[in-house]
Nanobody, 126 residues
């Protein structure tokens, strides 16, 4: 089993920054792609960013390019999402997810991830 534990959520003013962490227990991320998704009230779950653990290649949704950065720490078996220049439209519940990874492509659909964290709420105020 893979269990994902998130931390770092909270409230911030527009233009501010937050860093989310996602730590794995039970198994490592070594054979996985790891992604961040978000879901706002009344909206479908939306892809945010992903990283292929082996090699560290990243891919971002257009809405967060240039503002968010996904990274990994192999020693800590942890994935981070650094969020800068936050906007009110970034307000959502954010989820960390992990799944088996084809190194030839990026996983951007929720169904491609077998393991999910509990979600952490981000609120960006004006």
């Amino acid at each position: 089993q893979v269990q994902l534990v998130e931390s770092g959520g909270g409230s911030v003013q527009a233009g501010g920054s937050l860093r989310l962490s996602c730590a794995a227990s039970g198994r490592s991320f070594s054979a996985s792609g790891v992604g961040w998704f978000r879901q706002a009230p009344g909206k479908e779950r939306e892809f945010v960013a992903t990283i292929i653990w082996s090699g560290g290649l990243t891919y971002y949704a257009d809405s967060v390019k240039g503002r968010f950065t996904i990274s990994r720490d192999s020693l800590k078996n942890t994935v981070y999402l650094q969020m800068n220049s936050l906007k009110p439209e970034d307000t959502a519940v954010y989820y960390c997810a992990a799944g088996s990874q084809d190194p030839r492509r990026f996983n951007i659909m929720p169904r491609e991830y077998a393991y999910w964290g509990q979600g952490t709420k981000i609120t960006v105020s004006t």
